[in-house]
């Protein structure tokens, strides 16, 4: 099993530039989150989707977009990249337990991206 | 005010110590609580799972829920330099939010 894959592992933006990260689960899992870990931080949820079509925002959305089409990929979109998105991402995903609770997440191994 | 807080640290500690890690949360319905271990430059892996008040215990780990003080705990007995990590507490509701991380060092 792969788990959880994130593309790219590390990316050089410039200011004002767009990119989308990528994130796939091979586990059917119906829970998937985008984190961002800024240096001596914890994690710091961007957004979430409890199942395909549906998304939610997180603690820190602005800046970002996702979608969920399928149940497999859940990309995050940056558009007008800012230095202040310089950070490691991570995508985790999990399988839903009983009475709104979660089991195990598996994460990505990380996307580190720089804005300059 | 955010759903659960940790205290950032940083701790360092000789080989052979406890180290005690300490998280608080907000809302009392929650019932279910994680602890993910993080190594350097790698993403978060579950270390302990636990459900309502009491404790769990997994080899030199000990998981602790105080629901009436809405405290969760962490113990590592007879720590080793292989322990040195960040580690972060976790609601278990469906939106999984995370502690700020405790960077343990286990000095040789």
């Known amino acids: 099993n792969a788990g959880v894959t994130q593309t790219p592992k590390f990316r050089i933006l410039k200011i004002g530039q767009s990119m989308t990260l990528q994130c796939t689960q091979d586990?059917?899992?119906?829970?998937m989150y985008w984190y961002r870990q800024d240096p001596g931080m914890g994690l710091k949820l961007i957004y979430y989707?409890?199942?395909?079509?549906?998304?939610d925002k997180g603690e820190v959305p602005n800046g970002y977009n996702v979608s969920r089409s399928t149940t497999e990929d859940f990309p995050l979109r940056l558009e007008l990249a800012a230095p202040s998105q310089t950070s490691v991402y991570f995508c985790?995903?999990?399988?839903?337990?009983?009475?709104?609770?979660?089991?195990?997440?598996?994460f990505g191994q990380g996307t580190r991206l720089t804005v300059v | 005010q955010k759903e659960v807080e940790q205290d950032p640290g940083p701790l360092s500690v000789p080989e052979g110590a406890i180290v005690s890690l300490n998280c608080t949360y907000s809302?009392?319905?929650?019932?279910?609580f994680m602890w993910y271990r993080q190594y350097s430059r790698k993403g978060p892996e579950l270390l302990m799972y636990?459900?309502?008040?009491g404790n769990k215990e997994d080899g030199r780990f000990t998981a602790q829920v105080d629901k009436s003080s809405k405290y969760i705990s962490l113990f590592i007995r007879d720590s080793q330099p292989s322990d040195s990590a960040t580690y972060l507490c976790?609601?278990?509701?469906?939106?999984?939010?995370f502690g700020a991380g405790t960077t343990v060092t286990v000095r040789a």
């Open positions: 985790a995903s999990s399988y839903p337990g009983t009475g709104g609770t979660n089991t195990e997440a598996f």
């Open positions: 586990m059917n899992h119906n829970y």
């Open positions: 989707s409890v199942g395909a079509g549906i998304t």
């Open positions: 809302n009392s319905a929650f019932q279910y």
């Open positions: 636990t459900y309502s008040s």
């Open positions: 976790a609601i278990n509701d469906y939106k999984l939010s």
